[in-house]
């Protein structure tokens, strides 16, 4: 297989035309690659939450990249034109919108849940942007954005629910899209703990526990409960 991508959290290789394996890497980072650990058993643990997630969410009628897992750290998926931009959906108030609303006070409940936009840029450090950015740019339509905008808030309804059974709370997360050959719109990239914020009890099972301090392995036995709360095999 040919490799065309390496990432911080995850190498892209390329099967053939239509498929492509994610292969997740045993490693962690925060703060654009300035603190990296090596983390035995993360990418495994991970790529089954992908498998697991983006499989739910298939069987409820959301269109995914996802094709199988081969019951280690590969998922194989559907080759995409990527879209560069991250969609973020927030339950509650945390991460980088606490550093833009300063006043409000953390996981504070949102009457309803917010919708981000920010370029996909480590270079820029993914700006925060408009819909008018995005349509201006010629990124997408505004048909195109409405319809990730619906699918993004019904994936945040069927995890929070889905979480919500298992005594978990959903912060927020982070969303990517691609247009297959036919130009239908199909979430992408990964949904692990490297990409939500799960809390337990106020605890995170997520990469949070990492960004604040946590060794790796700590953060390994965190994805390990979270798998073992969601009946995850892995």
């Known amino acids: 297989m040919e490799l065309i991508y390496e990432g911080k959290a995850k190498r892209v290789y390329r099967l053939n035309n239509e498929r492509l394996v994610m292969e997740f890497k045993d490693e962690v980072t925060a703060f654009d690659g300035l603190r990296k650990e090596v983390a035995i058993g993360k990418g495994r643990l991970a790529a089954a939450q992908t498998a697991f997630f983006m499989s739910y969410l298939e069987g409820n009628g959301v269109r995914t990249h996802f094709i199988d897992w081969d019951g280690d750290r590969r998922i194989t998926v559907r080759a995409l034109r990527m879209v560069p931009i991250e969609v973020i959906v927030r339950n509650y108030a945390y991460g980088s919108f606490l550093k833009r609303m300063p006043m409000v006070k953390p996981l504070t409940r949102f009457s309803k849940p917010l919708v981000e936009f920010h370029l996909k840029s480590d270079e820029l450090h993914d700006p925060l942007l408009t819909m008018d950015d995005i349509t201006e740019a010629g990124l997408l339509t505004r048909e195109e954005l409405q319809e990730i905008i619906?699918?993004?808030?019904?994936?945040?309804?069927?995890?929070?629910?889905?979480?919500?059974?298992?005594?978990?709370?959903?912060?927020?997360?982070?969303?990517?899209?691609?247009?297959?050959?036919?130009?239908?719109?199909?979430?992408?990239?990964?949904?692990?703990?490297?990409?939500?914020?799960?809390?337990?009890?106020?605890?995170?099972?997520?990469?949070?526990?990492?960004?604040?301090?946590?060794?790796?392995?700590?953060?390994?036995?965190?994805?390990?409960?979270?798998?073992?709360?969601?009946?995850?095999?892995s």
């Open 150 to 233: 619906n699918t993004s808030l019904r994936v945040n309804d069927l995890l929070t629910n889905l979480l919500s059974t298992r005594g978990l709370i959903l912060v927020d997360f982070k969303l990517e899209f691609g247009f297959d050959g036919s130009g239908r719109l199909l979430l992408a990239d990964e949904m692990s703990g490297d990409t939500m914020r799960i809390l337990r009890n106020g605890k995170h099972l997520d990469k949070e526990l990492f960004r604040k301090g946590a060794s790796a392995m700590d953060l390994v036995k965190a994805y390990a409960e979270l798998n073992a709360l969601l009946g995850v095999k």
